[in-house]
């Protein structure tokens, strides 16, 4: 991992180098960046992979006490990262957080010259669904988070339907899971930053983050999964209608962490869209 300081504090990231096209991936909600290591093993031949570790409660340093971790204030976290790093011409990648598409929405966009969205929160699906309902009532109660989260600590129970039973298809591996979860389970710190989001973040920002999606004239390609539960499936074709130079794919047999359920489905259409990206086509199913 490599280490930026920014004006919320020091974040980390993963950044495979390469003159190939610059894909920055972002994470979400107690989800680190290895959630991308199979799609980056696959993009790393002729991709530079920069994976950006957002303080959503699987970072490992705390940000300042002053810090911004509002929904925008991320959005805006994430527009400082790429200027510090002075990437161009960025294929920005969203899923499970809804950060990407604030990016693009609120005109943070500078760098950015594509856009994929894969399940995340949008329009009025926030918090989504059953975990993000639970987690989201949490915040609000003193120490509730904490005690919440102790469930986490059981692999068994982790694939409730309350935890990450209904983000991914696919088991992820415990080592997996215990390093995104150690974080917030062992340093108060993380948590409250985790709360800061939570407790700052409102539904009606997401509402108008897709009324201003019109304004992002650039390449968009959504790929969403109809068989969802936490992410809703109708979202994704709204997404792909708000986006002036959308396109929607639907990926089967997966949740809301594609990259963990479909990874090399993923590889294979941000390959095809970072290399004929100026060309939009109709939607489709997989």
Request: charged share 25%; glycine share 8%.
């Amino acid at each position: 991992m490599r280490e930026v300081i920014l004006s919320a504090g020091t974040v980390d990231y993963e950044d495979t180098g390469g003159a190939g096209p610059v894909v920055v991936l972002l994470t979400g909600v107690f989800v680190g960046t290895t959630v991308w290591r199979h799609v980056v093993e696959d993009l790393k031949a002729d991709h530079r992979c920069v994976v950006l570790e957002v303080p959503l409660g699987a970072h490992r340093r705390p940000m300042a006490r002053d810090a911004d971790l509002s929904s925008i204030g991320l959005a805006r976290l994430v527009a400082e990262f790429l200027e510090a790093l002075n990437l161009r011409e960025v294929t920005l990648v969203g899923c499970d957080w809804g950060g990407a598409q604030l990016v693009a929405a609120h005109g943070l966009d500078e760098r950015v010259a594509r856009l994929v969205l894969m399940p995340q929160e949008s329009f009025d699906n926030y918090p989504p669904g059953l975990p993000g309902r639970a987690l989201r009532l949490s915040s609000m109660i003193p120490g509730a988070t904490r005690l919440a989260m102790q469930t986490l600590r059981v692999p068994g129970l982790r694939r409730s339907p309350v935890n990450f039973g209904l983000m991914s298809k696919r088991r992820i591996p415990d080592d997996i899971m215990d390093a995104w979860l150690a974080p917030a389970l062992d340093d108060p710190k993380i948590r409250r930053d985790l709360l800061k989001y939570l407790r700052s973040t409102r539904r009606g920002e997401y509402v108008d983050a897709a009324a201003k999606l019109a304004g992002f004239a650039k390449p968009a390609l959504v790929l969403w999964a109809p068989e969802g539960r936490m992410m809703r499936p109708e979202n994704g074709p709204r997404l792909a209608k708000a986006l002036p130079q959308g396109r929607l794919i639907e990926v089967p047999d997966a949740y809301t962490l594609l990259p963990e359920d479909q990874p090399t489905i993923c590889a294979r259409e941000i390959r095809s869209f970072t290399a004929d990206a100026h060309t939009p086509g109709p939607s489709s199913s997989l």
